[in-house]
Structures are given as C-alpha cells and as structure tokens.
C-alpha cells in the first residue's frame, strides 16, 4: 500500500475521532445542561412553594391544637350560631358581651375610661371583630374583650367555616361576601329592625372589613388597626430583593392563580377605601411598627385615599416625636396637592384600645346621629334594591 494512502487512513481515522469527541463531549454538555434545567426547576418549584404557602394559607400557630370556638373566654359569654356563608357552607359565630368577673385586659379599659366616660355607645348594637383567617373567633377574643368593657356587644366569626373547610384564604376577597349574611343573621336574631353595626379589624380582619365596608351599607363605622394597602406589596416586601423578584412573583401569582382563583394584585383594600361611603367614619390605625406586611406608610397610603368626612389616622409615639405632643405632622402628596396630616400618636398598645374606644363614642356615633350625606359619586345602596 503506498505510504500516501495510509497518511490519508490515519488523517481520516483522527478526523472521526476527533468528530465521536465533540460529539460526545456536546452529548455531555447537553446532560449536565437539562440536569441542571431539571434541577433548577425543581429547586425554584419548592422555593415558590414555600414562598406561597404563608400567603394561601395565614395559619396562627399561637392556636394549633385549639378548637375554632372556645367554650368560654375570660369576662365574657358567648352565645355561638351559625349562618349559611358565601359558598353554601355553613360558618361559625358568636354573639359575646361582658359577663362575671372582669378579665385584666376589661379591667384595665376600664380603668382607662374612668376619667373619660363614653356615655353614647349603647347607639352601636354589634360591633363586627375580626382577626385572623384562621382561628377567626379565637384570635379576635383580646380585641372583644376590650371592646365588651365599654359595653358594646361584639360579633366574632371563622372565616374559614365550619370544619376548615375552605382551604385556601383569599385575603378577604371572597372571604368578605360573607359579611352582609351575618348581618343578615344577626339582625333575624336581635328582632330589632335596623341595628346599628360599626366594625374594628385587625391585620387580616382590618383588610376584611374594608372591602366589605365598600359594599355594606349598614356598617356604620370602621376601625382599621394594621391594614396592608395591597397583598402585592406586602407579599413583596417579605421577598428578599434580587432582580428575580419579579419573576418570582410571577411564579407565585401562577402557583396562587391555579390554587386559590386569584392574583396578589386582586386583594387591594386601598382600593375599596376610596368606594367608602362619605358618611362612615373611619379610623386607621398603626400599631405594627416593623412589620414588612403592614407599615405606617400603608396606614396613610389607606387614609390618604378615604373620602369619609370623618378619618382619622394613628400610630405610635417613637422617641423622635415631642415629649408630651398629641400630634405628629407628616407631609403627604406631591406638587400643590401636598398636605399636612396630623397623625394622632398612642403611648403603647395596651392603651390603644381605649382610645379606640372613645373614638367610637365621638365620630361613630355622631355619625349614627346625623342625618347622611348624599354623595353623587356613590349610589344609596341602602334603598337601590341592589343585592349584595
């Protein structure tokens, strides 16, 4: 064989070799690359997953182990029934008013209302407390406990019904459609014709109420403690900060979507302050300082949008606000809309409630006094026929 045709062997014998080498060297290239694609997948499918879960379902663990309705609670008597919810199912409520001896929580309002006494609020019949998406009448309990000193009658229920058996929370959006049948229950059960209803929440509670205030005329008051303006944004600032966070949050919308029927971006309750009536006066209160859920600034974000006649807005003293000053200036808006709001400011929490509850005593039931206002802007949904 000549030397020229065996050169030609050997060439073509490496030029195959080398080709099997890229060829398997991209065949290993492309393994390791989908292994990775798998991986990162999974990875981000379980991260989201965790992401989610606080947001489908706010459990309180404070209450894991506890029934949803307590048999008794200190200072108080409760009087439990059920109503038909939104959905068909049946949900859990109670009636609750001060009775025997006095918890230290009803001691100490109290005593903080001694010196001012709040004469008026027989004028409110029930006053709607809720808390937590889960364990709704137990969570809500401190707050009734406070409010039931004054005298006022308070009205706990579960959002989640009877049994859990509304998996996933909805942060209020259909959560609140369940507020104008227990109105409905409650007015069956007192027998009184038109029974005034005011309402506080709190948190999850706060941000209930407001979108159910939008809708329910009846709600004649409304006390707003630790609102978030948007889930989205609360969901976001629980989110450490990368230049994922926004396909990260896409992620969580589609996993939310695909669970619960919604979107983050659905549960606005700065949105449903701005449909208030004029003629409910509402107090936004911020007791949260820290919390990354709701802020001081989501507390005026709330306000700044209220067209109530009647707003006001709280916080807590901090050591930067004046010895002894009732008050705090804070400038908002922009351009020539810019105002000055004067933020009420509490000592501590302990003695929020009190406050709250001569609030109540002044502007609710002045409110419940005066004749109402008409605004053009909003239908009288009191007299339209309108079904809510």
Request: charged letters at 25%.
């Amino acid at each position: 064989m000549p030397y020229f045709a065996i050169a030609e062997c050997w060439g073509l014998w490496y030029s195959v070799r080398d080709i099997m080498r890229v060829r398997r060297t991209r065949r290993v290239l492309m393994s390791i690359a989908l292994i990775a694609a798998v991986w990162g997948g999974v990875s981000t499918w379980f991260y989201i997953n965790d992401l989610v879960q606080p947001v489908l379902r706010p459990v309180n663990q404070s209450y894991d182990g506890y029934t949803s309705v307590p048999r008794k609670a200190p200072g108080l008597r409760m009087e439990p029934f059920t109503f038909k919810g939104w959905d068909g199912g049946d949900v859990q409520a109670v009636i609750a008013v001060k009775d025997g001896e006095e918890s230290s929580r009803q001691l100490s309002v109290i005593g903080d209302l001694m010196n001012h006494p709040v004469e008026r609020l027989g004028q409110i019949d029930y006053v709607l407390v809720c808390v937590d998406w889960d364990h709704g009448i137990r969570s809500a309990l401190p707050v009734a406990e406070s409010l039931t000193a004054a005298g006022l009658t308070c009205i706990l229920w579960e959002p989640r019904g009877v049994d859990d058996r509304r998996l996933y929370c909805t942060h209020g959006l259909k959560e609140c459609r369940d507020v104008p049948l227990l109105l409905d229950a409650v007015e069956a059960r007192s027998g009184k014709a038109s029974p005034v209803f005011a309402a506080v929440g709190q948190g999850y509670g706060a941000s209930l109420l407001l979108q159910a205030a939008a809708v329910e005329p009846r709600i004649r008051g409304l006390v707003s403690i630790d609102a978030y303006a948007s889930l989205r944004q609360s969901v976001e600032r629980t989110m450490p900060e990368s230049m994922l966070r926004p396909l990260m949050m896409w992620l969580m919308d589609q996993r939310i979507s695909r669970t619960a029927g919604m979107e983050s971006f659905d549960v606005a309750p700065v949105e449903q302050a701005s449909s208030l009536d004029r003629n409910v006066p509402v107090l936004v209160v911020n007791l949260a300082q820290d919390s990354p859920v709701s802020n001081f600034k989501d507390a005026m974000t709330i306000y700044g949008r209220l067209p109530s006649d009647q707003r006001d807005v709280w916080t807590l003293r901090t050591q930067q606000d004046a010895a002894g000053s009732a008050h705090r200036e804070v400038k908002m808006g922009r351009g020539r809309y810019r105002e000055s709001v004067l933020v009420g400011l509490l000592n501590d929490e302990d003695s929020a409630m009190s406050s709250i509850v001569r609030w109540m005593d002044e502007c609710v039931v002045n409110a419940v006094q005066s004749p109402r206002v008409h605004d053009p802007a909003r239908p009288d949904l009191t007299v339209s026929g309108i079904k809510l």
